[in-house]
């Protein structure tokens, strides 16, 4: 469906957003997209399409795995894409986690979901960077906000989990803007917070 390709594409751009000379500042708005496409729908949708999401990220941010465990782990191809395979599928239950609670909240409230969105996916980084044995720690969306020289700063205080908290603080922001069921039109606030979050990622672009 739209939403699985929607979902597929915002994952191989997140995935972009962690190359250096890449489209980091599209990375600003990237993580609205699984929230856009998971607040209005049934837990189930919800979940695949985070797992989507999750698996398009990881399969073009890994990919460079295959290449490790043919030519230093000695594993033929089949085996070598079987450890890429098993790694992609284990992490895209985070984002597929993610948007199901999401989803849930959203059920109940909108203003909740988007609200409750940043402390979600830093919990799930969290979670998945400690998880027991299977613990990784790479890719999380604050490497994104680090390569700015002017937040790198904050990560001194709060650690890469404060810029990640941003990151998908940005993304909840771009899907408030938008219009919903309950708000068809724009409110004025919204277009000034809306032109505001523009001014923040251009700043943040700049500056890195």
Known sequence: S????????????????????SLAPFGWIVLGIPIFIS???????????????????HAASLSWV???????????????????AAMVL????????????????GNKSRGRALLAAPFLWVA?????THAPIFGFPWNLAGYVAAKSPALIQLASVTGIYGLSFFMAACGSLFVWVL???????????????ALGAALVVVICALAG
């Open 66 to 84: 295959y290449t490790v465990m043919r030519v230093h782990g000695g594993l033929d191809p089949l085996a070598a894409a079987g450890v890429l």
């Open 39 to 57: 607040i209005d729908v049934n837990r189930r949708l919800a979940f695949a399409s985070g797992f989507v999401f999750g698996a398009a990220f």
């Open 179 to 193: 219009p919903s069921p309950e708000q068809p039109k724009w409110r004025s606030s919204r277009m000034a917070m």
């Open 124 to 128: 799930l980084e969290f979670a998945q």
């Open 90 to 105: 284990y992490l895209a239950l985070y984002p597929a986690a993610f948007s199901y609670c999401i989803a849930l909240l």
């Open 2 to 21: 739209l939403r699985m390709l929607l979902a597929a594409f915002a994952g191989y751009v997140w995935s972009l957003s962690f190359a250096p000379g």
